[in-house]
């Protein structure tokens, strides 16, 4: 077996599937390329009886029902080459005889990778695998059945959510999540590459923990050198990954640009109705169903800022790959890289970097909530957390002001926290010291609220201490914290 880095609960959950006394369904999500194929093969091949078929994306049905048979001749090991069935009910009775003549003291895995290719419209494959299910297959103590793929929405919508002959058929899901940062430099040091906590953030920033993508680093270059050659030369494999993603992903992978598009240009930060606007598109069912799809897909997060209503939800992207592609990748990919080989390294010196690189560790900060909670000791305590933001109306003379991370606590308490990248330890001078004084102020008389108020700040090398952070920062969180496991 590989090294799996990582995923010690869906370990445990495989463990369980494996050696549980009853038949099991388990489907496992997440977005394309984190590591469900690689988890599920890895981790399950050499405990049993093992068949695998992988759908093929655009395939017509003859293609799918061959590589089944193709498959099934592989798995079972037989000498006589097993025919291409007609159909999927009776692809799954060709399965059904070849487990009966296998030794039953053993788990049986059937391993059906990227399901919703297998089940195109009027292919029968549904019907066909409600059908092996719940006749035989659920009542054979052996058989473990693993349904994987990525795109979120239709295995939320057909299998976990079912309303036909699947409905609660499923024992287990598994919704597999990028690496946090701790994990993505156990990857890359698995595979004999060493960098620093900063070296691999400024990757994460760019990435995320997106196994297949870390996977494409090559040991003995700095982080501006990785990002350089993966993004910005036309051969690098994120160059040009954006499209292929989400046409794999998405049947109306145009409308999803659109969206994607609209929130970017908006700051990241949009409004439902400003978003409606912007895209033409028409509020309704399909609008709703193309956002619940990036949603549960890992692209975008649906966020009600603290004391807000569900009417005043803000739309934002938390991919990290398709925030830099947006922003930096696609506006160069007209002109030729290859004449600028330290195009990132000089772009990382100028201005729109910087204000690039807060957003980024912003998003990064936020997905690494629970080790900020931990670095601060309150993991006991806190009770939410969010964001929150005053707009002040037009023409008014009063100053706006911004949470970057609020973390409400069950002692009466709030911490509010600041996030701030990088290079060096941070300076916080009078003006930007009354800035964050302000923040505080505008925050306890706009939400009204008489709780005991914390100042967090959250840095790559912490803060310089001087008169201005000493009377204002109450607790801080550093680069090295969010590595902690």
Known sequence: MKTIIGRKDEKTILDNLLSSNQSEFLAIYGRRRVGKTFLIHEYCRDKGLYFEITGQLDGKLYDQLENFALSLESAFDHSTEIKRPGTWKAAFFQLKNAIKDQDQNQPIILFF?????????????????????????????????????????????????????????????????????????????????????????????????????????????????????????????LFSEFHRLFRSLFDHSDIHYKIIRAISA??????????????????????????????????????????????????KIIDEYTLFFLKWIEPMQTISSSAIPNYWYNISKGTKFSVWSGYAFEAVCIKHVHQILKALEIENLASGVGRWHFIP?????????????????????????????????????????????????????????????????????????????????????????????
């Open 393 to 485: 109306p037009r023409k008014s003379i009063e100053i706006g002001a911004q949470i970057d991370l609020l973390i409400e606590r069950t002692d009466n308490a709030i911490n509010l926290c600041e996030i701030k990248y990088s290079g060096k330890p941070f300076k916080i001078n009078k003006d930007y010291a009354k800035k964050l004084a302000n923040k505080m102020l505008v925050f306890e008389e706009k939400s009204k609220n008489n709780k005991q108020l914390f100042f967090t700040m959250i840095t790559t090398y912490g803060i310089q201490k001087n008169i201005w952070s000493e009377d204002l920062v109450d607790s801080e969180v550093l680069l090295e914290d969010l590595f902690d496991s």
């Open 113 to 237: 990778d990227e399901i919703p290719w297998l089940a195109t419209k009027r292919s029968g494959f549904i019907s066909a695998l409600d059908y092996f299910w719940n006749t035989w297959a659920s009542r054979e103590k052996t058989i473990k059945l693993i349904v994987c793929g990525s795109a979120s929405s239709w295995i939320l919508d057909k299998l976990i959510n079912a309303k036909g002959g699947l409905h609660n058929r499923l024992t287990q899901t598994i919704h597999l999540h990028a690496f946090t940062l701790s994990e993505s430099r156990s990857y890359l040091t698995s595979r004999g590459i060493h960098l620093n906590q900063k070296q691999v953030l400024d990757i994460y920033m760019v990435m995320g923990g997106i196994p297949h993508y870390l996977s494409q680093i090559q040991k003995g270059q700095s982080a501006s050198q990785i990002i350089n050659s993966l993004c910005f030369k036309k051969d690098g494999f």
């Open 266 to 315: 908006n700051n990241n930060h949009i409004s439902r109705s400003k978003l409606l606007k912007d895209t033409g598109l028409t509020s309704g069912g399909r609008f709703n169903k193309r956002i619940q799809e990036l949603n549960e897909s890992g692209f975008i997060d649906i966020i009600t800022p603290y004391g807000k209503r569900k009417k005043d939800m803000v739309i």
